[in-house]
């Protein structure tokens, strides 16, 4: 059955379940994927590849997805934006960074803004360039953002700010979402739906390796951090105040906390790393996934977890409303 909410009516799907746009992970499959599944697929643009993000559209083959950008990075190649809005998307997710500068190109093109926001300041300046939708990343989510704010206190104070400012804008959660409990308190929180990720990583039609994914599910919640340490190596020029949560190792154990001393020996440790990328050396190599991955032991398709999400939600928002026995 349809878990019919705000989001759902809004975008035309049958269940608040957004699939992250996580950069070079989200492809077009796994986006056709959730949205034939009832939900809504976004492919992950992130750093700004126009023929890969090409590549995936057509992988998509004719499925109603949107596609995400990593705001910051998309300012250098604005011309990655035209690559999507050409293809109509369901709507553009922009994260990371001025919203201002795409905002009036996506409304123009008739297409939703989704907006993703780590605090109340980022949720009020994405209000005020007309977003259609905030997501309210806390930091328990995979990836990148920041680790200031928890999502279970994010939501609810955007969800009053937006209902405050501009109540027709639309509210998802972010952040430790990936089964069916976590998806029934995002929506008690008052979000509108939720933005899921790691659970979606962990399958067959994400672009991640084999053996990526089995190191991945075989960490905790308690083996992932939030750090620089993998930007500077990879040579990703994040801006200040961002970090990315992922699953420890020894090459991160012997960085983290000393970023200078990584920086000072920067050249010899890219080499050593990009050898590692090749090598698929989990001692240096790791994955980016956030907290959640410590409730996630397999790697299924899906659609499959998009059914299971939604039955469980729906069985214990219904538990919840259930009127008292007589």
């Given at each position: ?64 997805v949107g596609c995400g950008f990593i705001t910051w990075s998309l300012a250098r190649d604005p011309g990655v ?67 200031a704010r928890s999502t279970f206190t994010l939501v609810p104070d955007v969800v009053d700010l937006a209902a ?133 032991r397999d790697v299924r398709p899906a659609a499959g977890i998009v059914g299971e999400m939604v039955c469980d ?14």
């Amino acid at each position: 059955m349809p878990l019919t909410t705000r989001l759902t009516e809004f975008f035309g799907i049958d269940h608040p379940i957004m699939l992250a746009p996580m950069a070079l992970v989200s492809g077009g499959r796994l986006a056709a994927e959730v949205t034939r599944a009832g939900g809504l697929g976004l492919i992950g643009g992130g750093y700004g590849d126009a023929e890969w993000l090409r590549t995936q559209i057509g992988e998509a083959d004719g499925a109603r997805v949107g596609c995400g950008f990593i705001t910051w990075s998309l300012a250098r190649d604005p011309g990655v934006l035209d690559v999507a809005l050409g293809r109509q998307p369901v709507t553009v997710m922009l994260s990371f960074g001025d919203l201002d500068p795409f905002a009036d190109r996506i409304r123009a093109a008739g297409v939703p803004l989704t907006a993703q926001v780590q605090n109340l300041e980022q949720a009020r300046r994405a209000l005020d360039a007309g977003a259609d939708v905030l997501v309210a990343q806390g930091g328990e989510a995979g990836g990148h953002g920041m680790s200031a704010r928890s999502t279970f206190t994010l939501v609810p104070d955007v969800v009053d700010l937006a209902a405050e400012r501009c109540p027709e804008t639309l509210v998802v959660a972010a952040g430790g979402v990936a089964d069916g409990r976590s998806l029934a308190a995002a929506l008690a929180l008052g979000a509108d739906g939720a933005l899921v990720g790691t659970r979606f990583w962990a399958t067959p039609e994400a672009l991640v390796s084999q053996r990526a994914h089995l190191r991945g599910i075989a960490a905790s919640g308690d083996d992932t951090l939030r750090t620089r340490v993998y930007d500077f190596v990879r040579e990703k020029d994040w801006p200040d105040g961002y970090d990315a949560r992922l699953v420890r190792n020894a090459f991160i154990e012997a960085w983290h906390g000393d970023e200078a001393g990584l920086r000072a020996r920067l050249p010899e440790m890219v080499s050593a790393f990009q050898k590692a990328v090749d090598a698929e050396d989990f001692d240096v190599v790791t994955v980016l996934v956030g907290e959640a991955i410590g409730r996630i032991r397999d790697v299924r398709p899906a659609a499959g977890i998009v059914g299971e999400m939604v039955c469980d939600a729906t069985r214990i928002l219904n538990r919840a409303t259930a009127p008292p026995a007589v």
